[in-house]
C-alpha cells in the first residue's frame, strides 16, 4: 500500500523552528515531484512548497525565506525546514506526491506563545 506519513509537528513559540519530515513507501520515489501542502479549519488547503524530481524548488510567496523543502532520495523522505514561525502559520500541513495524488494524514503546527 502506497503511504505518506507525516511527523515533526508540534507546538512552537513565535520565532521558533520546526522541521517536518515526510516519509514515502513508494519504489521509486526520486522520480516523483513531491509538495507541502497546509489547511485551517474552513480554508482550502493551500500550497506551501513544492520540490521536483531534478530538485528545483518553489515557494507559496507567505513563506519565501523561511521555509525550506528538501528531499532525500535514498531514504525516500522530503523535508520541510520552517524558520522565523509566525502564528499564521499555524495549522495542519500535509504531505502530497504530486504525480500519484497521494496525501498524507496530516501533522499539526501550531505557533503561538
Known amino acids: 500500500q502506497v503511504q505518506l506519513v507525516e511527523s515533526g509537528g508540534g507546538l512552537v513559540q513565535p520565532g521558533g523552528s520546526l522541521r517536518l519530515s515526510c516519509a514515502a513507501s513508494?519504489?521509486?520515489?526520486?522520480?516523483?515531484?513531491m509538495a507541502w501542502y497546509r489547511q485551517t479549519p474552513g480554508k482550502q488547503r493551500e500550497l506551501v512548497a513544492t520540490?521536483?524530481?531534478?530538485?528545483?524548488?518553489d515557494y507559496a510567496d507567505s513563506v519565501k525565506g523561511r521555509f525550506t523543502i528538501s528531499r532525500d532520495n535514498a531514504k525516500k523522505t522530503v523535508y520541510l525546514q520552517m524558520n522565523s514561525l509566525k502564528p499564521e502559520d499555524t495549522a495542519v500541513y500535509y504531505c502530497?506526491?504530486?504525480?500519484?495524488?497521494?496525501w498524507g494524514q496530516g501533522t499539526q503546527v501550531t505557533v503561538s506563545s
Open positions: 502530497n506526491n504530486q504525480n500519484t495524488g497521494t
Open positions: 513508494r519504489s521509486f520515489f526520486s522520480a516523483y515531484a
Open positions: 520540490i521536483a524530481s531534478s530538485g528545483t524548488t
